[in-house]
């Protein structure tokens, strides 16, 4: 089946593990989420992630680190413009490695409880809240990947339903076969990518941190305004 899975660590996450591995063509767990279940085909993590927590692949699976996701990233415009965060990395990894027809996502919501659990082992950093120039919205960023999906003919599907910093369209799991690409305003997401080519943001390493003093934090703005714009029809038709 041309789906695929994106796993991440929040606390729905674990629902995960009694759905039937014949609707995914491929699972790619981020980070811890290769705890969930065992099955996984890819795992994705960054250079920072602790050792001891790396899985051993088995047979058929494989671990994806920055050496691979770094230049798939690149590909669609790179970790400034992307977002700098493993959900979204794995968005664009998964886009460029294997391109299916649609990509779900479970527990990676970016929602973080002040009380209770924020990741299905218990407490965990909530990376993508940190002050960092290129997360100053999750859903212009969400909105940017759901778009440039869409222009490939690849659907975004969110297959939680909890809270969710997220913009795509909600599906069970049972029915992500039915999915469709997004439908968007074409002429707003054509000129974000002309004012990202304008900008010259691109950071060839992935360590946009090195380079911060060139970004305008303004500028990102700007152009998260007209992601939101251009993936306004579909976050409408999902309302």
């Not at 606390?11 to 593990?17: N, Q």
């Not at 790619?28 to 927590?53: G, K, L, S, Y």
């Not at 212009?140 to 795509?168: C, E, H, W, Y």
């Not at 060139?214 to 993936?231: G, I, N, P, Y």
């Amino acid at each position: 089946m041309d789906t695929a899975l994106i796993l991440g660590s929040g606390p729905s996450a674990p629902l995960a593990r009694s759905w039937p591995r014949g609707a995914f063509g491929r699972i790619v767990a981020i980070n811890n989420a290769h705890m969930i279940r065992p099955d996984w085909d890819e795992c994705i993590f960054p250079w920072d992630f602790p050792q001891d927590r790396q899985p051993s692949p088995a047979a058929g699976q494989r671990l994806v680190t920055e050496a691979d996701f770094v230049p798939a990233q690149n590909a669609f415009g790179g970790f400034v413009y992307g977002g700098g965060t493993m959900a979204f990395t794995a968005a664009y990894w998964v886009l460029h490695a294997h391109a299916p027809r649609v990509i779900g996502f479970m527990g990676c919501d970016m929602h973080y409880p002040r009380q209770g659990r924020t990741h299905f082992y218990g407490q965990g950093t909530p990376d993508p809240l940190r002050a960092d120039i290129t997360l100053q919205s999750l859903e212009a960023k969400s909105a940017r990947a759901m778009v440039l999906a869409a222009m490939q003919g690849i659907a975004l599907v969110n297959l939680s339903d909890g809270p969710t910093r997220l913009v795509f369209p909600r599906v069970r799991p049972d029915r992500i076969d039915r999915a469709a690409p997004a439908s968007f305003d074409e002429a707003a997401a054509n000129r974000a990518l002309r004012r990202e080519a304008e900008l010259g943001y691109l950071v060839p390493s992935g360590r946009y941190w090195e380079e911060i003093g060139r970004l305008s934090a303004v500028e990102l703005r700007h152009l998260d305004d007209l992601w939101l714009k251009a993936a306004a029809p579909a976050i409408r038709a999902a309302a």
